[in-house]
């Protein structure tokens, strides 16, 4: 493992943790994953080739579910349109709108479901929950062997079909968004350095969980722990701490920002993390994230991406998390996450910064939808299931589609090697780094605007009361 760069204020909070030791570059990883490494990474991109690297993080979907385009298939994608279910019936996928009305289980006990050691046919033991206002017909025969219908998301057929679409992004960890959003900033949930377990579910207890968690939730809120055998007997009160790529950034003095559209959401992975947020009183007795990391660099309007794109303000590294209605999420999403993507590549794209950025989209867990596609299993919590992956950039290779490997640990890499950072030692030591999806000698793409039922004006301007995320 390379050494992990720490500002010496996060040293001493830390104290004397293994994670002091990797100053010394044949130490081993510390602890939720991160495992020992001498070999040196390959040379960044040549300078000034990606200056910029945007994340856009939607929710809940498979690529069986949401890319099921005829234009990829015929290309080689690995897109499936039947599944196989626990009596080995052949289902067929059923068409049906983005913004349903029910969503599947993604627990971490939902993945053990459909995973049936490595058989994928348990999909149908996954449970589903149908929205209050649901009809009695719900939920529909086979609910979790759906796709996307493709009038709901021409926007993202034209972004992976003009740019390059992975059909071998897994997510790393086996569960829900509260820890997928950890492992997205840091390449871990573990609730701390040198811990060898991980944040394995979303939050419980407490008078809303799912919108007031983190390092400022209520005292009795807990999360539940998964250790090395699969066992989630632990439960901790959900605020953590270990490094962070945000830490890094901060050591090489470059430019971040987290959009998010609320403090307290599941979605939000800087609330829980106690060094980021720096709770107005010590844990569990917080109300408000006091840090500068939070005052600084946290956005609580996931909209101001758009200005901060038009007034020349673009953070080097930004991490954009969509609100509900915006977010593809089953049974809370109002048909309105495509357009909200392509208003932010589109704004990127039509600037200055569109010569010199990356734009990576993927999607924080399965959704509990039906995929074909059997993840590695390297734990008892990673890796999960196929999320999909759009790769936007003027040096991404134009219409490719990635059969590499990849996870979330694969941005946490690219970013590293990109700005030159050191290692975190987790989920990024054994990522690839995303460079079969660039050709920084090819002549730069040059932007074509992707169509869109809604533009950013429409986000810009919405006057309705907006959703946190549902239970997941």
């Known amino acids: 493992m390379k050494k992990v760069m720490l500002r010496p204020g996060m ?52 690529p069986d579910n949401l890319f099921q385009d005829p234009n990829l298939i015929s290309e080689g ?10 009596l080995g019936d052949k289902i067929p996928l059923a068409p049906q709108s983005l913004a349903n009305d029910y969503d599947p289980s993604h627990t971490h006990g939902a993945f053990l479901a459909m995973y049936d050691n490595g058989k994928m046919d348990g999909a149908d033991k996954i449970s589903v929950l149908c929205d209050t206002n649901a009809p009695p017909s719900c939920p ?23 740019y390059t ?32 377990l991980f944040v394995a579910e979303n ?72 060094h980021m947020c720096v709770p107005n009183a010590p844990p569990p007795n917080g109300t408000a994230c006091t ?13 101001q991406v758009l200005t901060d794109i038009q007034a020349g303000n673009l953070a080097t ?4 998390i969509p609100n509900g209605e915006s977010s593809d999420h089953a049974a809370g999403e109002h048909g309105a996450g495509p357009s909200w993507v392509a208003s932010v590549v589109n704004a990127i794209g039509n600037s200055q910064y569109w010569s010199n950025t990356a734009i990576f989209i993927a999607w924080d867990d399965w959704g509990g939808w039906y995929d074909h596609v059997a993840p590695t299993i390297k734990n008892s919590y990673e890796y999960g299931f196929r999320v999909p992956l759009i790769v936007v950039s003027p040096y991404a290779k134009a219409a490719y589609i990635s059969h590499v490997p990849h996870h979330f640990g694969s941005i946490l890499k690219y970013i590293e090697e ?25 002549t730069p793409l040059k932007f074509q605007t992707i169509a869109a039922p809604l533009g950013a004006q429409h986000f810009l301007e919405d006057k309705n009361p907006h959703s946190d995320p549902d239970d997941d």
Request: glycine share 8%; aromatic share 12%.
């Open 11 to 62: 040293l001493l909070f830390w104290g004397l943790l293994v994670c002091t030791a990797a100053f010394l570059a044949s130490l081993g990883g510390c602890g939720g994953g991160g495992t020992a490494s001498s070999t040196p990474p390959p040379p960044p991109p040549p300078p000034a080739k990606i200056q910029h690297v945007v994340v856009i993080f939607q929710e809940n979907r498979s």
């Open 77 to 86: 994608a690995d897109i499936q349109n039947y599944g196989i279910n626990s």
């Open 140 to 162: 529909p025969p086979n609910p979790t062997f759906q796709y996307v219908t493709q009038s709901d998301v021409a926007p993202y057929f034209q972004l992976a079909e003009t």
């Open 165 to 196: 679409f992975g059909d071998r992004m897994f997510q790393t960890n086996q569960g829900p968004s509260f820890p997928a959003h950890q492992f997205l900033i840091s390449g871990t949930s573990a609730p701390s350095v040198g811990s060898n």
């Open 203 to 274: 939050p419980i207890n407490g008078p809303a969980p799912f919108y007031n968690t983190g390092c400022t939730s209520p005292p009795e809120e807990r999360v539940k722990l998964i250790d090395p055998s699969g066992g989630e007997a632990q439960q901790i009160y959900p605020c953590f701490d270990h490094p962070t790529l945000t830490d890094l950034l901060n050591t090489a003095n470059i430019s971040w920002r987290y959009y998010a559209p609320s403090a307290g959401i599941i979605w939000n992975a800087p609330n829980a993390i106690q």
């Open 291 to 303: 840090g500068s990391d939070w005052t600084n660099n946290v956005v609580l309007q996931y909209t």
């Open 317 to 320: 590294v930004s991490w954009v």
């Open 418 to 442: 990109n700005f030159n950072l050191s290692s975190l030692g987790y989920a990024d030591v054994d990522a690839d780094d995303l460079s079969d999806c660039f050709d920084y000698n090819q």
